[in-house]
């Protein structure tokens, strides 16, 4: 990128300027990890968002979803690298953390949108299965760690319940369809509880705040 260059050149001069007559590098090092690479991260941020949300706005009103799946993996990104490498950028983490509301609402998308949700909810759970031992050797250090799991088993559970709800809907009862999303709502955020998923039951009910409140819902003749 060609941003890169004059970000480069100040370093370099920096370098000369400040220690380059120590030639102590670790020195520098340090400078260049907590300055030059957060600076790289907000570019590869600011390029990411101009191309996935703006350059889509010709193909239609407002920000597309593939868009969103671009600002929402960009923000990821942040996260994870304060997580990671750059612990010290407190502010990563502080923009990281708008992924997930992102995600939750393109889950809910994608369930209202599907024509096929059996096969939807399968690639969800062989997604989950796949990343879970990964995971697990994350964060308790051996192949199976049952006490946190990844974020994927979370949004099954949401998609089971949006099934759930939609079942009732269908029924074209208004007051059955309000008690039954209710009690199914309850029983997610108890199930993401229990089975201590990503984000936990919490983030199941952030998945079905975007489900009930987006599109032309029944219960919102109640408003």
């Known amino acids: 990128m060609y941003f890169n260059v004059p970000i480069i050149i100040v370093f370099c001069t920096l370098y000369h300027v400040t220690i380059g007559k120590q030639r102590d590098f670790g020195f520098f090092w340090k400078r260049l990890k907590s300055w030059y690479f957060p600076g790289i991260v907000v570019q590869y941020v600011l390029i990411a968002i101009w191309k996935g949300v703006f350059m889509t706005r010709k193909k239609c009103e407002g920000i597309s979803s593939f868009g969103l799946?671009?600002?929402?993996?960009?923000?990821?990104?942040?996260?994870?690298?304060?997580?990671?490498?750059?612990?010290?950028?407190?502010?990563?983490?502080?923009?990281?953390?708008?992924?997930?509301?992102?995600?939750?609402?393109?889950?809910?998308?994608?369930?209202?949108?599907?024509?096929?949700?059996?096969?939807?909810?399968?690639?969800?759970?062989?997604?989950?299965?796949?990343?879970?031992?990964?995971?697990?050797?994350?964060?308790?250090?051996?192949p199976f760690y049952p006490f946190h799991q990844n974020v994927i088993w979370m949004f099954l559970l949401a998609h089971l319940c949006m099934?759930?709800?939609?079942?009732?809907?269908?029924?074209?009862?208004?007051?059955?369809?309000?008690?039954?999303?209710v009690l199914i709502s309850l029983a997610g955020w108890l199930a993401g509880t229990l089975l201590m998923v990503d984000y936990g039951g919490e983030g199941v009910l952030t998945v079905l705040l975007f489900f009930f409140f987006t599109g032309e819902r029944p219960w919102q003749k109640l408003c």
């Open 163 to 181: 099934f759930g709800v939609r079942a009732v809907e269908k029924r074209g009862k208004l007051i059955l369809t309000v008690i039954a999303g």
């Open 69 to 142: 799946h671009v600002l929402a993996m960009a923000l990821m990104l942040c996260d994870h690298l304060w997580a990671t490498l750059l612990t010290n950028q407190e502010w990563l983490t502080a923009i990281g953390r708008m992924a997930f509301p992102l995600f939750a609402f393109l889950s809910a998308e994608g369930f209202r949108r599907t024509k096929n949700f059996k096969k939807y909810a399968l690639r969800l759970l062989v997604a989950a299965i796949i990343s879970e031992v990964p995971f697990d050797l994350m964060y308790g250090g051996t």
